[in-house]
């Protein structure tokens, strides 16, 4: 079965080091989605990718960066992590309809 | 820009009993609206959604929302909600190739 995975589950980092969040669906989805999860504030888009080599700025990009080399990988990086950065994060992927979105089950990361 | 709007960021209710979880949007075109669920420790998984058509949409598990236009509200309802039903609830809207989310309710069901 398709499916979207992500690694590490949780992750505990240190103030201004850089961290990567993997992400990796095998839906053969073109499109994307980067979000974090924070209580009070629902899910807020990072980043997103309409396929290899396109990326764009979501709502709260500051301090993330993404790259899309192939289809199935769409890896969040934080450049230098920040204690503002601690939080849920899920990708997400979708066919070319955009009507529905398959979830991963999230990476939770701790910035000390 | 639209945007969507949960009033209630907790309901409570005993198993058994009906449940309404309140969603309402602001759009200014045609609206694509959806229901997501969360149950803990898990990703959001669609529940239910109103694309065109039958302003009342159903799920497999007895969860149904009717899309207001004049009210501009999609509410999400349940007859008589088990303990399984016990997750967060995200309502959202579609805007052009992206979701936009509203902040979640959590339903938690009681024995």
């Known amino acids: 079965d398709a499916e979207i995975t992500q690694s590490p589950r949780h992750k505990i980092t240190e103030t201004g080091r850089q961290v990567t969040l993997a992400c990796h669906q095998t839906?053969?989805?073109?499109?994307m989605f980067w979000y974090r999860q924070d209580l009070g504030h629902g899910l807020r888009l990072i980043h997103y990718?309409?396929?290899?080599?396109?990326?764009n700025k979501g709502e709260v990009s500051d301090g993330y960066s993404v790259s899309r080399s192939n289809t199935e990988d769409l890896p969040l990086t934080l450049e230098s992590a920040a204690s503002s950065q601690t939080s849920v994060y899920f990708c997400?992927?979708?066919?070319?309809?955009?009507?529905?979105?398959?979830f991963g089950p999230g990476t939770r990361l701790t910035v000390l | 820009a639209q945007s969507v709007t949960q009033l209630d960021s907790q309901v409570p209710v005993f198993e058994e009993a009906p449940v309404e979880l309140r969603c309402n949007y602001s759009?200014?075109?045609?609206?694509?609206l959806f229901w997501y669920v969360q149950y803990p420790n898990q990703g959001l998984q669609l529940l239910l959604k109103?694309?065109?058509?039958?302003?009342l949409v159903e799920s497999i598990n007895g969860f149904e929302a009717e899309f207001n236009k004049s009210q501009t509200s999609f509410h999400l309802r349940k007859p008589s909600v088990h303990i399984s039903d016990t997750a967060e609830y995200f309502c959202?809207?579609?805007?052009?190739?992206?979701?936009?989310f509203g902040t979640g309710t959590r339903l938690q069901v009681f024995p």
């Open positions: 997400a992927s979708s066919g070319i309809s955009y009507n529905e979105q398959f």
């Open positions: 759009s200014s075109v045609s609206v694509y």
């Open positions: 109103y694309l065109s058509g039958s302003t």
């Open positions: 990718s309409y396929g290899v080599q396109d990326t």
């Open positions: 839906w053969n989805h073109n499109n």
């Open positions: 959202a809207v579609r805007s052009t190739d992206k979701l936009i």
